[in-house]
């Protein structure tokens, strides 16, 4: 089994194998996907993302200017009730009680939520007092890589440089944590040249960093530190210039079925679900054993729990770039939609999904998983990029 997530701005390929008479069930995810109640471990559909979002705004936290949400997912019901749940013989056997984990910010502080779907209550507000802040938010990050274009000191600084205004990008990035009494939601801001080069990353404008404010959006700190010369545009291009190949799958496409989010393969039967944060999880898996003529479970649940990216460089301008992409981030919000027969062959079933916008809305994102039989043998890559105004480079 091949999992392959892309994130937006970089690839990133990440792959487990599993092989049986040859045979490889492949997932490229993408996103996150959405079907009726099958199963406890069913992600939030849209109709429950929307219930999740009145309940709040119906709350007296509705009341509060400024309210953001960072996180909704479902909160699980207890691994016990689950297993008794599939376990059980009967046909109209009930769900267990559905309730959601919403993280929400205002006031500048962060409360973890428990919102239950049935009820229409929240039965639990915890303000969290740790360390740590909840993931972005798109729109905070788009917000934040625009500050520097009208900032008189960052564009003096272009100016200096000889530069296009038109021509830079701006990226924030996460600040990182070494031990320090953070009171503030932060991010870093790098700057890159394009002129003549939709590889955004590789022309950095050196010796220029800023500091914003999440929360109140503003610039707070920024120094120009020195001026150094600009990689060259030539070669820099990382689009291929012939067109892509179509996948072709060499197997017949009735090797599995999809019912909701259960999925049947030869003598495999598990649950497909994806949350913003950890992207693609597979749970309840089991196997069939020809040998006691019945199923065994092997995998109660299992996803990537984070990839750390150090760039373990000291100096100024790159110490903090060591990135948690699950945690800061989410590979499911940093998704995209799949192509077919550029990413997935012409056999494949494709799942939808939904994440949940900053304003507590459901979003959908279409194709972001496809599934499909093959031999083992091949990994997938894709790289998008999102910094160049107006596109959205893909290759």
Known sequence: MVLNSELSGASFVKAASMTMNLLLLVFILQCCLVASLYHPLDPLNPNEIDRIRLIIQNSSLGNLPNLTFHFVDLEEPEKGDVLKWLSSSEKNKS??????????????????LIVDLATGTITSDRLYSGHGYPPLAFIELFRASKLPLRYPKFIESIMKRGLNLSQVSCVPFTVGWYGQNVTKRALRIACFYRGGSVNVFARPIEGVSMLVDVDSMQITMYTDRFKAPLPKAEGTDFRSKKQP?????????????????????ANWDFHVAFDARAGITISTA?????????????????????????????????????FMDIGEFGFGRSADTLQPLVDCPANAFYLDGYVTGADGQAQKMPNVICIFERYSGDIAWRHTEINVPGKVVSS
């Open 95 to 112: 769900i267990p009680p559905r309730h959601a984990k919403v993280v929400i910010r205002v006031r500048r502080e962060t409360h973890e």
């Open 286 to 322: 089991s196997i069939f054993d020809a040998n006691v003529k019945k199923f065994r479970r092997v995998l109660y649940k299992g996803h990537i729990s984070e990839t750390f990216v150090p760039y373990m460089d000291p100096t100024s301008d790159w110490y903090f770039r060591t």
């Open 245 to 265: 190949q179509s996948i072709a799958s060499n197997v017949s496409d009735s090797g599995f079925t999809v019912h909701g989010h259960r999925v049947k393969w």
